[in-house]
């Protein structure tokens, strides 16, 4: 998954601490999302950044902040982990507005577990 | 109900069958409908789209969609051992919409 750049790929947290999930890309994309997928539930999207400077909700933002920094960069903020929020998740980008074309790329996750 | 359904398997084929995969959706709104294939341990990568109903067909994959029945399929043809992987539906109401997914079925295509 070349471009999409994820740390770190795996991290285990204590209930009621904080990380913060980097991601960057190289590509010159314009939207950038956060995913978490979850056994039997497929990918759910948390945030998202159309542009630079903007940044939205997705299905499942609760327990989550998100800051698009520059062009390159939108990191994801668990401010007090839970168990729930035992996942992996996915950073991806995008030329457009939308993951539906082939300039959409994903990173390559970060296995988080929350003990 | 998950809008997005899909078999877990496994789905285990020999080497050279034929793969079939599908997916039904319950939201008649949606006009978009996507595969990804996910390797182990990896991210997901697009492997096709089409819009509305019809079938598709890149190489050795092709897609359908039955909108009638909200049902949407993915075949794979000659299978190879590096098809083994996990194949996730998604689908949008527009090309600028969220994507809803499918939990993905896993294929393993044995030498």
């Known amino acids: 998954n070349a471009g999409v750049t994820q740390t770190p790929k795996f991290q285990v947290l204590k209930t009621g601490q904080s990380m913060t999930l980097q991601c960057a890309q190289d590509m010159n994309h314009n939207s950038m999302y956060w995913y978490r997928q979850d056994p039997g539930m497929g990918l759910r999207l948390i945030y998202y950044s159309a542009s630079e400077g903007t940044t939205d909700k997705g299905e499942v933002p609760n327990g989550y902040n998100v800051s698009r920094l520059n062009k390159r960069e939108f990191s994801l903020r668990l401010e007090s982990a839970a168990p729930s929020q035992t996942s992996v998740y996915f950073c991806a980008s995008s030329v457009g507005g939308s993951l539906m074309n082939t300039e959409a790329f994903f990173g390559q996750g970060t296995r988080l577990t929350v003990v | 109900q998950k809008e997005v359904e899909q078999d877990p398997g496994p789905l285990s084929v020999p080497e050279g069958a034929i793969v079939s995969l599908n997916c039904t959706y319950s939201?008649?709104?949606?006009?978009?409908f996507m595969w990804y294939r996910q390797y182990s341990r990896k991210g997901p990568e697009l492997l096709m789209y089409?819009?509305?109903?019809g079938n598709k067909e890149d190489g050795r994959f092709t897609a359908q969609v039955d909108k009638s029945s909200k049902y949407i399929s993915l075949f794979i043809r000659d299978s190879q051992p590096s098809d083994s992987a996990t194949y996730l539906c998604?689908?949008?109401?527009?090309?600028?919409?969220?994507?809803?997914f499918g939990a993905g079925t896993q294929v393993v295509v044995t030498p």
């Open positions: 998604a689908t949008s109401t527009d090309s600028w919409g969220k994507l809803q």
């Open positions: 939201n008649s709104a949606f006009q978009y």
């Open positions: 089409t819009y509305s109903s």
